[in-house]
């Protein structure tokens, strides 16, 4: 039974996932509608590339797709296997470049802050990505999935297929790494007076 997109707003996941499963092509849509911009986001970030994120969150609602009529209700969130499918169809594509330059597109400009502002944020986020490509794959996942995806432990410990004791771990310790390299970059970076 098909309905409305307006009437699935408050349709979880999983369900949605299961009346697509049973034939329900609104149901399909509300949950791209609904998912997708996280996966491509996620991807773009850990990425650095677009377009190479878009492809990955095509397949990895593809994925989704295949599995929604065998999908076993109350074993994992929707969107947590998805993040799974995300971070390793990322991890398998950075393996694949690995020796290329990731950081080849440069953020785009929105004219509405001073050039000097954004230039000072193109510093800042280049830093941290630089860092952040420095640290070990899996302290990496687990810092951008809890500092910039938002992610709660338990959640990022299912995506990760680890304890949330181990998720913590990394972190902490990601968390550490990145100080510590970022830390001869405070006054470049514009962090010298304010605390930061």
Sequence with gaps: MNM??????DVS?????IAFGNGDRA???????RLTPKMLGYAARYLKDRAEAEDVAQEAMLRLWKIAPDWRQGEAQVSTWLYRVVTNLCTDRLRKKRGKGLDEIAEPEDGRPSQEAVMMQRQRVDALQTALGDLPERQREAV??????????PEIAEILD????????????????????????REILGFENDGS
């Design 27 to 33: 149901a399909a849509q509300a949950l791209t509608m």
């Design 4 to 9: 409305p997109l307006d009437a699935l707003n």
């Design 162 to 185: 680890i304890s949330v004791e181990a998720v913590e771990s990394l972190t902490a310790r990601g968390k550490r790494a990145l100080a510590k390299a970022l830390a001869s970059q």
């Design 144 to 153: 951008v999935l809890r500092h910039i995806e938002g992610l709660g432990n």
């Design 13 to 17: 996941d999983e369900a949605l996932l």
